[in-house]
């Protein structure tokens, strides 16, 4: 009875031997196949949710022919998803969160108004660019004491810059009396006065009221204007009047009309009325020295008057 119990192991173990062969012998081909199904084994250290959630090395099994179930299990947790759970789960949370999510609440109650800002005026600005010009000044000054050398001096000061430019040589003054101008003749108007009414100026050194002549302290653009009134009644009574008598109104520099540039009017005697005005208006750059004059030239054949209060007025407009 005993020898056939142990008959009987021997053949239970032979048969489970067998068995094992085979097995073994299936999984070593399929480790062939896919040589990545395996991965590293069970990290005693590390806790079974970081196992889990964490992506473990794949490694090459020590002996492809032993089966380790625990690491079987692992690599079936870990296998690669084809995107159908995560397309399910996803589709439970959205029907979640449509369940969950309402209609948007009506707004909040307007905020109380900000503080109104500063007004900001032309004086307001105007007086902070100052500022800032003194600020730049002494900032200069202190560059200017440590090193004088590498910064120019300031030419004006602060105090000295005003928003509106003095004007340095202006004039306005009236022709004293009548000068009568020959037939043929070419006549410098000299003999001028200042005005006495309000509103008539004489700024400057420069008009001579006895010559009629002003002269230029500095170089520069000059502006000038004459109204010179024309009394030609005699002639018009006595003469017959031709087309081609006229007179002509010229301010001219150095009393050379041909040479330098003239500001020059002609009006004909016989389309006008006994008394007319001629205006010459116009701008001329004179050196410093150099002075300019009214001049009235008669080409009719009688003399002409020009009257008193007749208008000469000049100003300096820049250099």
Known sequence: MKGCTWVFVATLLCQQFCLFRVTAAKRERKMKKEPNQYTEPFNATLSNSEELHGHPKILESPDPRIADPRRTWISFVHRPDDGNTSKRRCKGKDKKLRGLVGPPGPPGPQGPPGAPGAEVTREVLLQEFK?????????ASLAISAHPSQLPPLLLSLEEVSPHRRVEEAFHCKLKGQVIVDKKTLVELQNFQSPLAKGAFLRGTG???????????VSGIYQFSANVHIDHSELKSKVQLRARDNVRVLICIESLCHRYTSLEVIAGLESNSKIFTIYVHG???LQAGQYTSIFVDNSAGAPITIQNGSDFMGMLMGA
């Open 131 to 139: 500022e800032i010009l003194k600020a730049i000044e002494r900032r």
């Open 207 to 217: 008009l001579n009221l006895a010559t009629g002549r002003f002269t230029a302290p």
């Open 283 to 285: 701008l001329l750059q």
